[in-house]
């Protein structure tokens, strides 16, 4: 009788394997009932914590900071995916009526943001954050994009002074974004105060007076530290910790003492009744792969790698079993790949290994990094599969 082993990846434990496994069963048992399924659990020889997650810094030994504060710290991460965010958030209040009669508020504003000259202070911070050379095209893009536009059209003369700082902040985050797609670090990228000190000083060169976020806008960013901000982060850092800690912990832990969790899978394989295909899905056909290799298992007929990376590190000759340049033995059995192009985990084989992998693409149609795990639903995957069961 045909024995299936399924051996799951990074980060999974019993419930999230059971239900895996439910679903592999019934798909296998669908179209061919006498075939055997027999689980592979290895996450209990995965990554945990040894001394009740004594290195997890607690609240009460980490800088308690004020809701301003962290609304700063909340804005900023999403300047530094969208330089543009505060002008779109702008741009949503009420357009005020013009005046006919004289110059617009945003005519004001549009002036003093396209004319402005750094002075010797600015140009000086400017230099010390590495952005020198990038401010005028910042400048630029940001006084060219829509947002921006849009954000002219709801300025009052009552309200001038809160556009100020959101512009300058919109620059200066516009002038990092520049820098890491030229592939420059300056200092400012790291330095949270530098950052902060060239904001203040366009800002001001902007306005006489000083100047920080209008209540309108702030009130958002403080409602998002309350609720969704780091706040949450440090003040639920165990619970956080227990519930992402076993992915990237199992993926350190398989580089550095896997031997274990190959021992493990082995053990399994020598108890199934021949012929035995393996299912591997992500790290656990990385481990698959090294145990093949490592171990000739006659009664394994056929590897099925699903979502898998074993390729990938070959190619940059970080798998443990094979150095670059080596071919597989000729003791490994059949390969079945099974990619996704929507799975950014997943990689190709036949172009490394040429004739030893046979790549199979499916398509989810699920944004990564749901794609990872949505093989197992897919007909593809079982029409993949099956017909190559022995």
Known sequence: MTTVIFVHGTGIREREYN????????????????????????????AKFNYNRASVPLEDATLA???????????????????????????LKPVEAGNPFGEEPGDVLQSRV???????????????????????????AVIHSEPYEHALLTVSEFDLSEYY???????????????????????????????DEVVELLTLALTEAELGLGGWLLKPFVELAQHGGTNYVRGNRLELTDKISPMPGDILLYQTRGEKIRAFIQEQIEQAEPPVVLIAHSLGG????DLLVQQQLSQVELLVTVGSQAPFLYEINALYSLEYGQLLPEHFPQWLNIYDLRDFLSYVGNRIFPDRVQDVVMDSRQPFPRSHGAYWTNAKTWEAIISRLP
């Open 286 to 289: 990385i481990a698959c792969v």
């Open 114 to 140: 396209a004319s402005l000259t750094p002075g010797s202070q600015l140009e000086a911070k400017l230099q010390e954050a590495g952005i020198a050379e990038v401010f005028e095209p910042a400048r630029e």
């Open 65 to 91: 900071l004020s809701q301003e504060e962290e609304a700063e710290i909340v804005l900023w991460g999403q300047l530094y995916r969208d330089p543009l965010y505060e002008l779109r958030l702008l741009s």
């Open 19 to 46: 239900e895996t496994f439910q679903i592999i069963e019934q798909k296998i048992h669908a179209q061919r009932p006498d075939i055997k399924v027999s689980p592979c659990l290895w996450g209990a020889l995965g």
């Open 165 to 195: 700082a959101p512009i300058a902040r919109a620059v200066v985050a516009q002038a990092m974004f520049i820098s890491e797609l030229q592939e420059k670090f300056p200092p400012i990228l790291t330095d949270a105060h530098l950052r």
